[in-house]
Nanobody, 127 residues
Framework: QVQLVESGGGLVQAGGSLRLSCAAS????????MAWFRQAPGKEREFVAA????????SYAVSVKGRFTISRDNAKNTVYLQMNSLKPEDTAVYYC????????????????????WGQGTQVTVSS
C-alpha cells in the first residue's frame, strides 16, 4: 500500500514561485512512476508532469514546460514540483499520483493509470 501527502501549496502573485512536495509511504517508492496532476474549478483533471522511478526520465505538459520542474529524492520518499513564473492559469488543486510500475510513456499522462493519489494541495496565483 502507498499513501501520498501533498504540501507546499498557497497563494502567490503572478511571476512568483512555489515548490510542492509529495511525501510517500510504502516500500516500493523507488520503483514507482510518479506524477503531478491539477484540477481547476469547472475543468477536468489534467496532466502536469511525470517522473520515472530513477528520476532519469521526465515528461511535462506543454503548458508548463520550461517553467515547472519535477524531481524526486528516493532517500526521502518524496517527489517535488518546482513551479516558477506562475500564471493565474496555473491556479488549481494539485494532486500527486503514483503507480507501482515502470515509467510507461503510453500511460504516464493518463489519470486512470495511477493507483494511488494524494488529497491535493491548493495553488492560487493572483494577477
Amino acid at each position: 500500500q502507498v499513501q501520498l501527502v501533498e504540501s507546499g501549496g498557497g497563494l502567490v502573485q503572478a511571476g512568483g514561485s512555489l515548490r510542492l512536495s509529495c511525501a510517500a509511504s510504502g516500500r516500493t517508492f523507488s520503483t514507482s512512476a510518479m506524477a503531478w496532476f491539477r484540477q481547476a474549478p469547472g475543468k477536468e483533471r489534467e496532466f502536469v508532469a511525470a517522473i520515472s522511478g530513477s528520476g532519469m526520465t521526465t515528461s511535462y505538459a506543454v503548458s508548463v514546460k520550461g517553467r515547472f520542474t519535477i524531481s524526486r529524492d528516493n532517500a526521502k520518499n518524496t517527489v517535488y514540483l518546482q513551479m516558477n513564473s506562475l500564471k493565474p492559469e496555473d491556479t488549481a488543486v494539485y494532486y500527486c499520483a503514483a503507480k507501482s510500475a515502470l515509467y510507461n510513456t503510453n500511460y504516464v499522462q493518463t489519470t486512470a493509470w495511477y493507483a494511488y493519489w494524494g488529497q491535493g494541495t491548493q495553488v492560487t496565483v493572483s494577477s
